[in-house]
């Protein structure tokens, strides 16, 4: 997935799949924002800030590694796998 004209793409690392507060099962998508430059020594990605979202869309915060927050709702999600 691409971002504007510099080249800036979200590269998916995981799909975790959690638990919410009322007991309905979530899956989180774990992005990592990742660039290519040219350098002398050829192409080379240059990696960035993680993001984490439903795969609705709703961003999620990392509270710990097991644990997630639903930005909007405030909603923690317990991981499962």
């Not at 590269?11 to 975790?16: F, G, M, R, Y």
């Not at 290519?36 to 590694?65: C, F, M, Y």
Request: charged share 30%; hydrophobic share 35%.
């Amino acid at each position: 997935m691409s971002f504007g004209s510099g080249g800036i793409r979200k590269k998916q690392l995981e799909e975790i799949v959690c638990r919410g507060e009322a007991g309905r099962t979530v899956r989180i998508i774990h992005f990592r924002f990742v660039t290519t430059e040219a350098t002398a020594n050829g192409p080379r990605d240059r990696i960035g800030a993680h993001e984490w979202q439903t795969v609705s869309g709703e961003k999620v915060k990392l509270i710990d590694a097991d644990l997630y927050e639903v930005v909007s709702s405030g909603e923690l999600l317990r991981r499962l796998s």
